[in-house]
């Protein structure tokens, strides 16, 4: 399974992006999608996550101005930034899972996509 990742960019703060992940080599119609980000020497952080059936979970942090969500006929997350911060600023790495904890334990990765946000 590949995971490709994009949409990221610069951005004023209080704008938006949209982020893709595409997914090839397999249908992930049973698999946990989810959104991770991960800030200059800081961890890898859970941002956003939704199941096979559309059930969305979000980090505190972005509750409210990010919204996750799939195309399963087009194996195909998205995440959706509004308001955007400047602490928001990191690589937005897409991820597919099984079982979808809220961790970085996921059995696929795409490749990342740099986020920047201006104040």
């Known amino acids: 399974v590949q995971l490709q990742a994009s949409g990221g960019g610069f951005v004023q703060a209080g704008g938006s992006l949209r982020l893709s992940c595409a997914a090839s080599?397999?249908?992930?119609?049973?698999?946990?999608m989810a959104w991770f980000r991960q800030a200059p020497g800081k961890e890898r952080e859970f941002v956003a996550r939704?199941?096979?059936?559309?059930?969305?979970y979000y980090a505190d942090s972005v509750k409210g101005r990010f919204t996750i969500s799939r195309d399963n006929a087009e194996n195909t997350a998205y995440l959706r930034m509004n308001s955007l911060k400047p602490e928001d600023t990191a690589v937005y790495s897409c991820?597919?899972?099984?079982?979808?904890?809220?961790?970085?334990?996921?059995?696929?990765w795409g490749q990342g996509t740099l986020v920047t946000v201006s104040s």
């Open positions: 080599g397999r249908t992930l119609l049973n698999y946990f």
């Open positions: 939704i199941s096979k059936s559309g059930a969305t």
């Open positions: 991820a597919a899972d099984l079982v979808g904890l809220l961790k970085p334990d996921y059995e696929y």
